[in-house]
């Protein structure tokens, strides 16, 4: 791991004047460009050729004497492969540029977690150490930290064989590669004829379904937590609730949406068994009664991470939940960066952090208010690592 006073070094010594805010163009990159644009920053984003024009043409900026009257991209790279931003003179060019990196999760799929964390000496705004703990079944997952924290999770079954109730299965498709190959299961038989059949259309490869992880499923709605820890903070609550978005799933929300003698008719074919592939999301809200119970979520997971994973949190994390028929809260999953459903905030913030802020506050924004905060308290050295 990047030593991180080295990191801070670099901060400390850039051009405050000049900061240019950063990101992978993927994922919630608007949601984080637009934020910095909104608080004063201008915007560089690293892209991959093929896939750039949303961001080099579609939301390229256009200043007018200084003045942004359009678009969120001021300045950005094309690679061949978004791994090529790990090339030497790029990061020296990232530096020389004064920029303040902000990781999500095409950065950490792109490119691997071992050069994240010994060879890309950019300043990151958020946690370095903690981005690996994302990777399921990993030594010290974000199961293990919420084990460690107390916190509600779907309970693991052992075994294929152990499976006597609806249980998902958690593993990567195999021509997708950063999407998921999940399906449902009530027993050991189902387990058995839903892998095969998938197996031979090659949507999941056996050494990934080896490796799964079984757990029961919860049946509820879902509600994805964009929580921020503000180190800065020294008189209010340093946790706020940003926002809650909620997933579109492809091609499950299109099969739950067909009626049941439709969905019958699916028995037997290549559609029968839906994909969890996430193409979108939707703001949500939360009974007031549960949001205590969120904020509980949230403190315990910070402890945690500030006894395990010292610093512990930085900025944007989002604890992905289903809430039960007893409205009881169970993380299926955790980010521990800028969620990916932030883009419903992009622009018009959401209810939580509004009324908080008395402003719109996206993620990507408060994110980069919490830059701005830091420069003008010479405190960039505490939101970087």
């Known amino acids: 791991?990047?030593?991180?006073?080295?990191?801070?070094?670099?901060?400390?010594?850039?051009?405050?004047?000049?900061?240019?805010?950063?990101?992978?163009?993927?994922?919630?990159?608007?949601?984080?460009?637009?934020?910095?644009?909104?608080?004063?920053?201008?915007?560089?984003?690293?892209?991959?050729?093929?896939?750039?024009?949303?961001?080099?043409?579609?939301?390229?900026?256009?200043?007018?004497?200084?003045?942004?009257?359009?678009?969120?991209?001021?300045?950005?790279?094309?690679?061949?492969?978004?791994?090529?931003?790990?090339?030497?003179?790029?990061?020296?060019?990232?530096?020389?540029?004064?920029?303040?990196?902000?990781?999500?999760?095409?950065?950490?799929?792109?490119?691997?977690?071992?050069?994240?964390?010994?060879?890309?000496?950019?300043?990151?705004?958020?946690?370095?150490?903690?981005?690996?703990?994302?990777?399921?079944?990993?030594?010290?997952?974000?199961?293990?930290?919420?084990?460690?924290?107390?916190?509600?999770?779907?309970?693991?079954?052992?075994?294929?064989?152990?499976?006597?109730?609806?249980?998902?299965?958690?593993?990567?498709?195999?021509?997708?590669?950063?999407?998921?190959?999940?399906?449902?299961?009530?027993?050991?038989?189902?387990?058995?004829?839903?892998?095969g059949a998938l197996l031979k259309q090659g949507v999941i490869e056996q050494e990934s379904l080896d490796n799964a992880?079984?757990?029961?499923?919860?049946?509820?709605?879902?509600?994805?937590?964009?929580?921020f820890y503000n180190p800065l903070e020294e008189e209010l609550s340093k946790i706020e609730l940003i926002g809650v978005d909620w997933r579109f799933e492809s091609s499950l929300d299109g099969h739950v949406r067909l009626p049941a003698q439709q969905q019958l008719g699916l028995l037997g074919t290549t559609q029968e068994v839906p994909e969890y592939t996430v193409c979108g999301h939707n703001s949500a809200t939360l009974r007031e009664s549960l949001l205590e119970n969120a904020f509980e979520l949230a403190e315990k997971y910070v402890k945690a991470t500030q006894e395990h994973y010292k610093p512990g949190i930085i900025g944007a994390f989002c604890l992905q939940t289903c809430v039960d028929k007893d409205l009881n809260f169970h993380i299926y999953d955790v980010a521990p960066r800028i969620g990916g459903g932030t883009n419903v905030h992009v622009a018009v913030g959401h209810p939580y952090g509004n009324a908080l802020w008395r402003t719109n506050m996206s993620t990507g924004r408060r994110t980069s208010r919490m830059i701005r905060d830091a420069i003008e308290q010479d405190k960039l050295a505490d939101i970087v690592t």
Not at 78 to 92: A, I, P, T
Not at 213 to 227: K, S
């Open 213 to 227: 992880r079984i757990e029961e499923y919860v049946i509820g709605p879902v509600f994805n937590l964009d929580f």
């Open 1 to 195: 791991m990047i030593d991180r006073k080295r990191i801070q070094e670099i901060a400390c010594g850039y051009d405050k004047k000049n900061i240019k805010v950063g990101v992978l163009a993927s994922h919630s990159a608007l949601d984080a460009a637009e934020g910095a644009i909104e608080e004063g920053f201008k915007t560089i984003l690293y892209c991959q050729k093929g896939r750039e024009k949303t961001y080099v043409q579609y939301f390229k900026s256009r200043r007018v004497d200084g003045r942004l009257v359009r678009g969120v991209v001021d300045d950005y790279k094309v690679y061949g492969k978004f791994n090529e931003l790990m090339n030497l003179k790029e990061l020296e060019g990232m530096r020389r540029n004064n920029v303040l990196f902000i990781p999500n999760r095409s950065f950490t799929s792109y490119i691997k977690i071992d050069d994240i964390e010994n060879d890309f000496d950019v300043p990151l705004v958020g946690s370095r150490n903690l981005l690996r703990s994302e990777e399921r079944g990993g030594l010290k997952d974000y199961y293990w930290i919420l084990e460690k924290a107390g916190l509600p999770f779907p309970k693991k079954i052992e075994s294929p064989k152990d499976i006597n109730k609806l249980a998902i299965i958690k593993l990567h498709h195999a021509k997708k590669k950063l999407e998921r190959g999940f399906f449902t299961a009530a027993s050991f038989r189902e387990y058995k004829e839903k892998s």
